[in-house]
Structures are given as C-alpha cells and as structure tokens.
C-alpha cells in the first residue's frame, strides 16, 4: 500500500531532550516536507525537500532540523525541544508539488 | 504576510443545502491552489487541484485570479461531507513550498 508512516504517533518528551520523528514514503517520491498543525493556525511548512541531499526552510524552520540522505526517509529532529514545540506534526511527500501531497497519520508531540 | 485566507471557522448546513466553503490568497504570480480535507481521526487527503478542473466527491472549485478566490462548492451536501477543509496554495516557482489556510470546519446536520 502507498503510504507515508511516521514514527512515533504519540510522544511526551521533556524540555531540552533531542528527539527524532521519523518519516518514510514507499512511492518514490521526490518531494517530501514536514508541516505542524496548531489551533486556529491550520498547517504551517517547517521545511521541505526536492530531493536527496536537498533541503529548505519553509515558514517555521526554528528549532527544527532536517536530513535527506535517503530519498524515501525525512527524519524530523528537534536537537533541543521546548515546550512551544508542543504540537501535532505531520510529514508529507509528492512526486511533483503540484500534484498535491500525500500525509502521513501525525504525530503528536508534548513538551512539558 | 499570510498567503491563504478561510475565513469561516466553521460552516453548518444542513444535509442537503448548498455548500461553499471560501478561500482567498495573497500571491503576485500564478498560484497552484489545491483543497485538502480532513475527517475525523484521519488524516489529510486532497480533495482536488485546480490545475485539473475535476469534480471529486460532488465538489468542484473554480479559481477565480480577479477576486483572488478559490472558493469550494457543492450543491448538495451529504452528513459524510463533514469535516475539516484546508485550502493551500504552492508557489510556482519553488513547488514545493506550501502555504495553507487555518482551515473551515463544515458541520453537515441531518
């Protein structure tokens, strides 16, 4: 089945601890990004990928970090977390961005 | 400065009744504009892309570059239709970069 997987679903971390979600697409996907979801914000682009080894910010990069050495995995690291982090995250990935994305399931992070 | 406006929180009607969910952007060239919909507990899914003029599910959308509108529509709502509606916006030039609006929550009442 194509799919986006994120790891984990649920995860409550403390303030300062690095933590890494994990994402990977089994359609061979070029583009692949990563997105938080907040109340009354709607989706907000963190950073994006169009390929291996390349990486951009999108509208809220801080605090964040990305890797793409592999074109099918897109690991979110958090290196120091802070609880204005806490949020509901998702990764997506699409053959060509204007072909619209496919997401994956969520994760929902807690920084306390 | 925000790209992509919704803005209804949320839209009820009742099942059966027109629906139009409105969607307005900010961009100086030509955008690709696109409605995702979330249902309960799922995650995101597209529902459609104006680059392809479909109609999915019953809903189509029209963009509109004088009102700078991309507003979705259906005639007929169905109880199933609710949930959570994004519309997004990508930049031509760097595709992949993506900006989306706050969302609209439709309730559809028996």
């Known amino acids: 089945e194509a799919q986006v997987t994120q790891n984990p679903r649920y995860l409550i971390t403390v303030t300062g601890k690095k933590l890494t979600v994990t994402c990977s697409q089994n359609?061979?996907?070029?583009?692949m990004s990563w997105y938080r979801q907040d109340p009354g914000l709607g989706l907000r682009q963190i950073y994006y990928s169009m390929n291996v080894e390349v990486t951009d910010k999108g509208d809220v990069p801080e605090g964040y970090k990305v890797s793409r050495k592999e074109k099918r995995n897109f690991p979110l690291i958090l290196e120091s977390p802070s609880p204005n982090q806490t949020s509901l995250y998702f990764c997506a990935s699409s053959s060509q961005g204007n072909y619209g994305y496919t997401f994956g399931s969520g994760t929902r992070l807690t920084v306390v | 400065a925000q790209r992509v406006t919704q803005p209804e929180k949320l839209l009820s009607v009742f099942k059966g009744a027109p629906v139009e969910l409105k969607c307005n952007y900010s961009?100086?060239?030509?955008?690709?504009l696109f409605w995702y919909v979330q249902y309960s507990r799922q995650r995101l899914q597209l529902l459609l892309r104006?680059?392809s003029r479909e109609s999915i599910k019953g809903f189509t959308a029209d963009l509109n570059k004088g009102e700078t509108s991309f507003h979705l529509k259906k005639p007929f709502a169905q109880e199933e239709d609710s949930a959570m509606y994004y519309c997004?916006?990508?930049?031509?030039?760097?595709?992949?970069?993506?900006?989306f609006g706050s969302g609209t929550k439709l309730n559809v009442k028996p």
């Open positions: 997004a916006l990508g930049e031509v030039v760097s595709i992949n970069k993506f900006y």
């Open positions: 359609m061979n996907h070029e583009y």
């Open positions: 104006h680059i």
């Open positions: 961009y100086s060239g030509s955008p690709e």
